[in-house]
């Protein structure tokens, strides 16, 4: 069965310490890869993408993520966090034909001053 | 350019009574999306429009949830009776276009449902 599987519900980081969320997927075809960003009162924001090409993704505010195929991965890291960046961040995965996204449960960020 | 807006942002009402979401898509955006978010778990799909047709509702959990798209522009969802476990955070999201590589989806803040 297709799915996401972000293992950590919650992530307390000190602020300006390096972030890597976790993302593995089970999922059939070529996965199109995902991740976004809920932060409090606001909708779901794209953060970056992955299609193909190059596994090293970079995204907005400062954030990147590296497909791996090997290991089904897709981590999502930022070497210094901002206490701005507390929020909750989903992975996805979907094919080329619609925005059908299955999803990870999202993981929560928190953010030590 | 407004974003995709969702009505109402919170929602309490009690077992059996019937709710109506509405999302105001993002102005020339043919397909339209929604998911829900069941407490603590993940985004979960219900249904996709193109215009105003059904793409595909295969994610709608039961009878008890209608979505319509009147011509196309906002759409809405409405829940009748509603129960317990319905709810959850109710997001919308809308494209220009169907596919994930020739196009972004934008999402709404979605609609907090409580029912009691």
């Known amino acids: 069965a297709q799915s996401v599987t972000q293992p950590d519900i919650h992530i307390t980081v000190s602020e300006g310490a390096s972030l890597e969320l976790r993302c593995n997927y089970s999922y059939g075809a070529t996965p199109y890869l995902f991740w976004y960003v809920q932060s409090p009162g606001q909708g779901l924001q794209l953060l970056l993408k992955y299609f193909s090409g190059d596994t090293l993704v970079q995204g907005i505010k400062g954030f990147e993520a590296e497909f791996k195929r090997s290991q089904s991965s897709f981590n999502l890291r930022k070497p210094s966090v901002h206490w701005s960046d507390a929020a909750e961040y989903f992975c996805a995965v979907g094919e080329d034909s619609n925005y059908q996204l299955i999803w990870g449960a999202g993981t929560k960020l928190i953010i030590k001053p | 350019e407004a974003g995709v807006t969702q009505f109402p942002s919170h929602s309490v009402i009690e077992k059996g009574q019937t709710v109506t979401l509405r999302c105001d898509p993002i102005s020339g955006h043919d397909n339209l999306y929604w998911y829900r978010r069941v407490m603590g778990k993940e985004i979960k799909f219900l249904l996709h429009?193109?215009?105003?047709?059904?793409?595909?509702e295969s994610g709608m959990p039961n009878n008890r949830f209608l979505a319509e798209r009147t011509g196309g522009t906002y759409s809405t969802l409405k829940v009748q009776p509603a129960e317990l476990e319905d709810s959850g955070v109710y997001f919308c999201?809308?494209?220009?276009?169907?596919?994930?590589?020739?196009?972004?989806?934008?999402f709404g803040q979605g609609t907090r449902l409580t029912v009691v």
């Open positions: 429009f193109v215009k105003e047709s059904k793409q595909d």
């Open positions: 999201a809308s494209s220009q276009y169907r596919g994930l590589g020739s196009t972004e989806a934008f």
